[in-house]
């Protein structure tokens, strides 16, 4: 076997085979793919799905904005189903909207900035910041409360967004006033969310918020350690 010549250029030489041996290594390892939950898309009815399409479970959940029990919900149980089941493909998530009152349309419309991808970010948001803008919401003026119920839609969302701070909420994630405007403005988003809530209230018998549906049937459970509960049973084939 030859001695190694330990001149600059042969170091070099080592140096350059070591570094493109590596560099091969690194392209022959095969890139971690992307989370479940990054896939997003929206139904028939303009509702936003997340998750594998050929999950064994499919999760339905009712929910409205002005919902103390949704926004539990939301501070709880997003993370560990996120996490645990829709993450490692087990479930399907289908997030629905149960609009109760011009406030929970303020905010479902503002939740849609961004588009599909944006949603379920902006969903956590409004819902972590629930305590902050629903007490602004309890405080209002008799004059501010009155005007939310006069206009269109789109004219009343955009009084509520400013009163409620939901608009600056919004502008601190990063969406200017146009954006937010556009959201509140849009009739289609509207219609899919008023059409969405008459199919909760008629198709699925749904009588309060949050309802969740486990593969087409009511779970009959609010919280998430009962919810867990049902998705586990549901995995197993229980």
Known sequence: MAAFDDSPLDRR????ALSGAALTLIAATPAKPAPWSS??????IGAHVVGNPAAKVRLVEYFSYTCHVCADF?????APLKTQYIDRGLVLFEYRNLVRDPVD???ALLARCGGPTAFARNHQAIFAAFDTWMAKVKNASEAQQTSWFEGTTAQR????????GLAALMRARGYTQAQLDAALDSEV??????????????ADRVGGTPTFFVNGRNAEVTAWPALKSKLDLAIKGS
């Open 13 to 16: 030489t080592a140096v350059l």
């Open 39 to 44: 896939k997003v898309t929206t139904s028939s």
């Open 74 to 78: 939301a501070k709880l149980g997003s």
């Open 105 to 107: 349309m303020t905010a």
């Open 157 to 164: 969302a955009r009084k509520i967004a400013a009163d409620t």
């Open 189 to 202: 988003a509207q219609a899919e969310l008023t059409g969405m809530t008459n199919i909760g209230r008629s």
